[in-house]
């Protein structure tokens, strides 16, 4: 089992950039797939972007593709998106995500996949 706890949410202009960070407990970080969610005021939860157990895949949605980053350092039991160029549209609440998978280099998408979840962190975006 492993516990999520996000943190860097905040208030930031248009075009400004955050480091959203999500860390884990537990000594089996590595064996989790890690994911990025949001959700916005009356939408559903969506995918955001999503990294591998080694970190050597990710993938995003295009929505974010070219703005966003996602990595993670397993020595540190931390998953990280960093924001770039942020737009109004990208204000929600954002969660990351961790699935136990057994291949390194598996990338999982979709979120019913995702067994454990944080709290969330609120990142506004005004304009």
């Known amino acids: 089992q492993v516990q999520l706890v996000e943190s860097g949410g905040g208030l930031v202009q248009a075009g400004g950039s955050l480091r959203l960070s999500c860390a884990a407990s537990?000594?089996?970080?590595?064996?989790?797939?890690m994911g990025w969610f949001r959700q916005a005021p009356g939408k559903e939860r969506e995918f955001v972007g999503a990294?591998?157990?080694?970190?050597?895949?990710?993938n995003y949605a295009d929505s974010v593709k070219g703005r966003f980053t996602i990595s993670r350092d397993n020595a540190k039991n931390t998953v990280y998106l960093q924001m770039n160029s942020l737009k109004p549209e990208d204000t929600a609440v954002y969660y990351c995500?961790?699935?136990?998978?057994?291949?390194?280099?598996?990338?999982?998408?979709?979120?019913?996949?995702?067994?454990?979840w944080g709290q969330g962190t609120q990142v506004t975006v005004s304009s």
């Open positions: 537990g000594r089996t970080f590595s064996s989790y797939a």
């Open positions: 995500a961790a699935d136990q998978v057994p291949g390194f280099a598996r990338v999982v998408v979709s979120m019913r996949e995702y067994d454990y």
């Open positions: 990294i591998s157990r080694s970190g050597g895949g990710t």
